[in-house]
């Protein structure tokens, strides 16, 4: 994964200063590495029986679209609070550098339907915490979290504990 690592750079001081935004536009606009990520995503879940790709706003779209669509699943975005036109479930959160709020719609996942949940990075784990705490509201079973980018030093995985996990690059 060392070449896909050497495709997103770092932005200092984004979107606050002392952050390093790890952006990954620099991947996504080489083809073959972007085709790369996504096969290997297909490659990790084929055998899970996911039902539902669950995907964070809003650059988890971009990876969990066609996951969904290579797995045969349906998709479903999480938004940020004030997104989504129909009813909702919500869940407030701790980001590394603030507060937000996730909403689901309330018909977005039924019960007992295996759940995979995708976004391009797993920080400290809220924003994804959170959104298992949805899939779970609304009867669903998270059968794993899928993530491009793991930064290993935010110690993101312990709000996910009890959760399979797979991230293609990780930044110790």
Same mark, same amino acid.
């Given at each position: 994964?060392?070449?896909?690592?050497?495709?997103?750079?770092?932005?200092?001081?984004?979107?606050?200063?002392?952050?390093?935004?790890?952006?990954?536009?620099?991947?996504?606009?080489?083809?073959?590495?972007?085709?790369?990520? *996504? %096969?290997?995503?297909?490659?990790?879940? =084929?055998?899970?029986? @996911? !039902?539902?790709?669950? +995907?964070?706003?809003?650059?988890?779209?971009?990876?969990?679209?066609?996951?969904?669509?290579?797995?045969?699943?349906?998709?479903?975005?999480?938004?940020?609070?004030?997104?989504?036109?129909?009813?909702?479930?919500?869940?407030?959160?701790?980001?590394?550098?603030?507060?937000?709020?996730?909403?689901?719609? *309330? %018909?977005?996942?039924?019960?007992?339907? =295996?759940?995979?949940? @995708? !976004?391009?990075?797993? +920080?400290?784990?809220?924003?994804?915490?959170?959104?298992?705490?949805?899939?779970?509201?609304?009867?669903?079973?998270?059968?794993?979290?899928?993530?491009?980018?793991?930064?290993?030093?935010?110690?993101?995985?312990?709000?996910?504990?009890?959760?399979?996990?797979?991230?293609?690059?990780?930044?110790?």
């Amino acid at each position: 994964m060392e070449h896909l690592k050497q495709l997103i750079r770092d932005i200092p001081d984004f979107p606050i200063p002392g952050i390093i935004f790890k952006d990954i536009t620099t991947l996504l606009k080489d083809a073959h590495a972007f085709g790369h990520v *996504v %096969d290997r995503l297909v490659d990790e879940y =084929r055998d899970h029986q @996911v !039902d539902v790709v669950v +995907a964070i706003e809003s650059r988890g779209f971009i990876f969990g679209a066609p996951l969904a669509y290579k797995l045969n699943a349906c998709f479903v975005p999480v938004r940020k609070f004030g997104k989504l036109p129909a009813q909702t479930v919500t869940k407030e959160y701790a980001l590394e550098y603030g507060t937000s709020t996730l909403e689901m719609h *309330v %018909d977005a996942i039924q019960e007992g339907q =295996r759940v995979l949940i @995708v !976004d391009d990075l797993l +920080a400290t784990g809220g924003t994804a915490r959170a959104t298992a705490e949805l899939v779970e509201t609304l009867g669903g079973h998270v059968v794993g979290f899928a993530f491009v980018v793991e930064l290993c030093f935010l110690s993101g995985r312990e709000k996910l504990a009890g959760y399979s996990i797979f991230s293609l690059i990780q930044y110790e």
